[in-house]
């Protein structure tokens, strides 16, 4: 759900550590997952896709792990840093074009010093 | 390049009041989509449109309703308000919405008394 205001799963990573945030996606059919994250304050912001003929996909400091068996997607984030605090969603695509995207609830990620 | 720029940002109103939301995409992005984003439904895809026609709708009522004009900005409007409406409305613009990244804006906030 939205980041204010509503209790959150969270996550407290220590600075430097490796952070893993998971999400389960509803519909098998589902081709297209993407993770966002959501500053306080301002709109999500895309950090990651897939698609479901990958099972994973790098970016920078960032990996995507998808497994279609348990429909279930996570997003690894490396060397985690205080700017990576904030509120990240997965979402999926379930049809129609890929602007029209399902969003879970939303982990909010906590980097303490 | 800008971002998409969502106005206004803050808005008040009352119930039974309409609404107009505005939204500029970034330059050359042609589909904007808009998400509602509340504590208690968490991120919710209202409605696409590309090329000024409608492409995709969610599940909302009729009182939520949209137009692109032939620069793909877009507006939102919401007619007959209720105190639920009060949420982040979003928006968000891609090149095509066939894949890739969607750009969000920070949002309009609606509060409804």
């Known amino acids: 759900g939205e980041s204010v205001g509503l209790h959150l799963p969270t996550l407290s990573v220590q600075e430097g550590d490796n952070s893993i945030i998971n999400c389960a996606y509803s519909?098998?059919?589902?081709?297209?997952f993407i993770w966002y994250k959501q500053e306080s304050g301002k709109g999500p912001q895309f950090i990651i896709d897939?698609?479901?003929?990958?099972d994973k996909r790098q970016g920078q400091r960032v990996t995507v792990l998808l497994n279609k068996t348990v429909k279930h997607l996570s997003l690894q984030i490396a060397a985690t840093q205080p700017g990576d605090s904030a509120v990240y969603f997965c979402a999926e695509n379930k049809g129609g074009t890929a602007s029209k995207l399902t969003f879970g609830t939303g982990t909010r990620l906590q980097v303490t010093l | 390049k800008a971002g998409v720029t969502q106005t206004p940002r803050y808005l008040i109103k009352t119930r039974g009041q309409q609404v107009t939301l505005s939204c500029s995409p970034i330059s050359g992005h042609r589909s904007v989509s808009w998400y509602q984003q509340t504590p208690g439904q968490g991120l919710q895809f209202l409605f696409e449109?590309?090329?000024?026609?409608?492409?995709n709708k969610g599940n909302f009522p009729g009182r939520f309703s949209g137009r692109q004009f032939s620069n793909s900005r877009s507006e939102m409007n919401v007619s007959t308000l209720e105190l639920g409406d009060s949420a982040l409305y979003l928006c968000?613009?891609?090149?095509?919405?066939?894949?890739?990244?969607?750009?969000f804006g920070e949002g309009s906030r609606l509060t409804v008394l």
């Open positions: 449109y590309f090329s000024e026609t409608q492409r």
């Open positions: 897939i698609r479901s003929n990958m």
């Open positions: 519909n098998s059919a589902s081709d297209y």
């Open positions: 968000a613009s891609s090149l095509a919405g066939e894949g890739g990244e969607l750009f």
